[in-house]
C-alpha cells in the first residue's frame, strides 16, 4: 500500500515542493507525475530549439527578401533609366512602361548598325576623295613647274628676239622684214605669259 502525503506536488523543475493547499497524493503518482513533468520539459526543450532554429532561418529569409527588395528596386531604376534614355523625358505624372523596352532596344541597335554602315561609307568616299585631291594637287604641281619651265624658255626667246632685233636695226628693207618676224616672235611669247 502506498503512503498518503499531504501538500507535496513537483514544480516546473521537477523537484518536490510543499504547497500550502496541496491534495492527498501517492509517491506512485509522485513519480508519474516526475515522468510525465520530465517528459514535458524535454518536449518544451525540443520545442525552443525548433523555435530558435525557425529563429534564426526567419532572419536569413528575412536578410534575403531585404537583399531582393533592394535588387528589385535597383533594376526598377535601371528599367526606368532604360526606359527615359530610349524615349526621352517622361510626361508629367506618368510613368513608361517596360515592356517595350526589348523591341526598343532592338530598333536602336538597328539603327546604329544603319548609321555605322553609313559611316563606313562615308569613310570611303572621304578616302577616295582625298585621293582625287592628292592627285589634283600633284598635276597642279607639275602644271606649275611646267608653267616655270615656259617662264624660263619664254624668257630665252625674248633674249634672243631682243639680240636678234639689234642685230637688225638698219634700213634695210631685208633687215626691217626680220625685225618684224622677231618682234612677232616677242610678242607672242609675252602673250602667253599672260595667258597663264
Given at each position: 500500500?502506498?503512503?498518503?502525503?499531504?501538500?507535496?506536488?513537483?514544480?516546473?523543475?521537477?523537484?518536490?515542493?510543499?504547497?500550502?493547499?496541496?491534495?492527498?497524493?501517492?509517491?506512485?503518482?509522485?513519480?508519474?507525475?516526475?515522468?510525465?513533468l520530465a517528459e514535458a520539459n524535454a518536449d518544451f526543450?525540443?520545442?525552443?530549439?525548433?523555435?530558435?532554429?525557425?529563429?534564426?532561418?526567419?532572419?536569413?529569409?528575412?536578410?534575403?527578401?531585404?537583399?531582393?527588395?533592394?535588387?528589385?528596386?535597383?533594376?526598377?531604376?535601371?528599367?526606368?533609366?532604360?526606359?527615359?534614355?530610349?524615349?526621352?523625358?517622361?510626361?508629367?505624372?506618368?510613368?513608361?512602361?517596360?515592356?517595350?523596352?526589348?523591341?526598343?532596344?532592338?530598333?536602336?541597335?538597328?539603327?546604329?548598325?544603319?548609321?555605322?554602315?553609313?559611316?563606313?561609307?562615308?569613310?570611303?568616299?572621304?578616302?577616295?576623295?582625298?585621293?582625287?585631291?592628292?592627285?589634283?594637287?600633284?598635276?597642279?604641281?607639275?602644271?606649275?613647274?611646267?608653267?616655270?619651265?615656259?617662264?624660263?624658255?619664254?624668257?630665252?626667246?625674248?633674249?634672243?628676239?631682243?639680240?636678234?632685233?639689234g642685230l637688225f636695226s638698219s634700213d634695210e628693207p631685208?633687215?626691217?622684214?626680220?625685225?618684224?618676224?622677231?618682234?612677232?616672235?616677242?610678242?607672242?611669247?609675252?602673250?602667253?605669259?599672260?595667258?597663264?
Amino acid at each position: 500500500m502506498s503512503k498518503e502525503v499531504k501538500r507535496y506536488s513537483p514544480d516546473t523543475n521537477g523537484r518536490m515542493r510543499e504547497w500550502p493547499e496541496g491534495d492527498y497524493a501517492t509517491w506512485d503518482d509522485y513519480d508519474a507525475l516526475r515522468t510525465e513533468l520530465a517528459e514535458a520539459n524535454a518536449d518544451f526543450v525540443r520545442i525552443a530549439n525548433e523555435r530558435e532554429a525557425l529563429l534564426a532561418q526567419l532572419d536569413s529569409l528575412l536578410d534575403e527578401v531585404t537583399e531582393m527588395d533592394a535588387l528589385r528596386d535597383k533594376l526598377s531604376g535601371l528599367l526606368s533609366k532604360t526606359a527615359v534614355a530610349l524615349r526621352g523625358p517622361e510626361p508629367e505624372l506618368t510613368r513608361y512602361g517596360y515592356a517595350d523596352i526589348p523591341l526598343r532596344v532592338k530598333t536602336v541597335i538597328d539603327e546604329r548598325d544603319q548609321l555605322s554602315a553609313e559611316v563606313e561609307g562615308l569613310r570611303k568616299e572621304r578616302d577616295r576623295f582625298r585621293a582625287e585631291v592628292k592627285s589634283l594637287l600633284d598635276a597642279i604641281t607639275a602644271m606649275a613647274e611646267e608653267r616655270d619651265r615656259i617662264r624660263v624658255e619664254v624668257e630665252a626667246l625674248r633674249s634672243v628676239a631682243r639680240e636678234f632685233a639689234g642685230l637688225f636695226s638698219s634700213d634695210e628693207p631685208r633687215h626691217w622684214e626680220l625685225y618684224a618676224l622677231a618682234d612677232a616672235a616677242a610678242m607672242a611669247a609675252k602673250e602667253s605669259t599672260h595667258e597663264e
